[in-house]
């Protein structure tokens, strides 16, 4: 019961209903009419394909900036976070797995610059902004049509990533998941017998007092700090819980060879929580969000830590 309640929040999601989009954006009207007005023997000019490409820039489309890392200021990201705006109503960042959006879009785009290829459009056609049908000039024989049902599978999957938002009140399931945790490990460590003392495998298994007591501290690490970190928070708070999850751990495997005081541990891991707040709120400098500053090992700790949540969209995808 205790693993199921302390479980449910992470594999609880509901997609948010999706809101009606614009049938065409003003990027793609300019494109299709350059199309219609300006095709030279079933070819498209290069002047009509330089005009659309500063139209689809003008309304926020770019393309990928090749297989280099992606950051939240490339300008392929913020035409997702703007299309995204503009379908959902939230931005990036708040969707459940922003990094997966990043990505299938990242393989959307080239696919469909293969299959445009492959199809007959013309050498170096701007697939950016446009649908696959826009990239599809027909046929293409085995080989188009197994792009073709990639791209699909990739859309599919897109379309269900956009519309799962991060909703407020998931991270208030995440914040309660960490408070009972605080009580529960804190009686696992300081008496268990309060918890289990009723059930027959407590006092028939060999030890198992002693094993739930170190677990009570080990908790910090497990729950209590990933939980509030699930809460995706930034600035000060983020930088405490980044430190706090890298000295929980230290703390609980380095204090048994000083102390077999299962309580003294538990505290020393909440002085660890305590202090990680304080010195990220009163000490840190506004300067730490320089990466630049920081060693390369302690740029890869922290680029880790983020994984998943979003803000790994600084490091690379």
């Known amino acids: 019961l205790i693993s199921f309640v302390l479980f449910l929040p992470w594999i609880v999601a509901f997609p948010m209903p999706r809101l009606p989009v614009a049938q065409k954006s003003l990027a793609k009207m300019m494109v299709e009419q350059n199309k219609e007005d300006d095709l030279v023997g ?190 995706r928070p930034s600035g000060a708070e983020k930088k405490a819980l980044d430190i706090a999850f890298l000295g929980t751990p230290l703390i609980s495997l380095v204090a048994p060879a000083a102390t077999k005081d299962t309580v003294i541990i538990w505290a020393a891991n909440l002085f660890v929580v305590v202090s990680s707040y304080g010195y990220a709120f009163l000490v840190g400098d506004d300067d730490d969000s320089d990466d630049s500053k920081k060693p390369g090992w302690l740029k890869f700790i922290f680029k880790s830590l983020d994984f998943g949540t979003g803000k790994e969209r600084g490091a690379r995808l």
């Open 42 to 231: 079933g070819m498209i000019t290069q002047e009509v394909r330089e005009e659309a490409k500063e139209a689809l820039a003008a309304v926020g489309w770019a393309a990928p900036s090749g297989s280099e890392e992606l950051t939240s200021d490339d300008p392929f990201v913020r035409s997702i976070d703007a299309s995204i705006q503009r379908e959902v109503g939230v931005g990036l960042d708040e969707l459940l797995n922003p990094a997966k959006v990043v990505n299938l879009e990242r393989e959307l785009y080239s696919l469909r610059s293969e299959l445009a290829t492959i199809t007959g459009m013309e050498e170096g056609f701007e697939v950016a902004g446009l649908s696959t049908s826009e990239c599809d000039g027909g046929d293409g024989g085995e080989e188009a049509d197994e792009i073709r049902k990639k791209i699909a599978t990739k859309e599919t999957s897109l379309d269900l990533e956009r519309r799962s938002v991060f909703r407020g009140w998931l991270k208030n399931v995440f914040l309660a998941q960490a408070v009972l945790s605080f009580f529960l490990s804190f009686i696992m460590a300081s008496d268990p017998g309060l918890l289990f003392g009723n059930f027959g495998w407590f006092n028939s298994v060999y030890n198992m007092d002693t094993s739930i007591r170190v677990l009570g501290f080990w908790w910090w690490w497990l729950f209590i700090v990933p939980s509030l970190r699930s809460r």
